[in-house]
Nanobody, 129 residues
């Protein structure tokens, strides 16, 4: 399992920007893929929606609603990555989670055996109109 700690959330007005960070540690295997996912308010039991994920080949996928506004990047140490969120909209309000593993999909990230990695606590983003 990869331990994950998200930070950087907060309250921002529509049109503003935030930068989320994700720090990974404790992995017993190479972390080659990562992603950001979000869970909207009022649906605590709902599956997390994919925001973006990066494959082991470096290909990056974004959900259509954030294309051109959100950018994912990896830190120099490769154990921290970021989600730069620009032109935020009220509908971006959610708890944001990062995940990481040997591979990722629209549903989460997985270890080399294909088991899903655990989720961190997330960081809350609230966009006011």
């Amino acid at each position: 399992q990869v331990q994950l700690v998200e930070s950087g959330g907060g309250l921002v007005q529509a049109g503003g920007s935030l930068r989320l960070s994700c720090a990974a540690s404790g992995s017993s295997f190479p972390v080659n893929a990562m992603g950001w996912y979000r869970q909207t308010p009022g649906n605590p039991g709902k599956q997390r929606d994919m925001v973006t994920y990066m494959t082991p080949t470096g290909a990056t996928h974004y959900v259509d609603s954030v294309k051109g506004r959100f950018i994912v990047s990896v830190g120099n140490a490769k154990d921290t990555w970021y989600l730069e969120m620009n032109s935020l909209k009220p509908e971006d309000t959610a708890v944001y989670y990062c995940n990481a593993g040997s591979s990722c999909s629209a549903y989460g990230c997985y270890d080399p055996r294909g088991f899903p990695n655990s989720w961190g606590q997330g960081t809350r983003v609230t966009v006011s109109s």
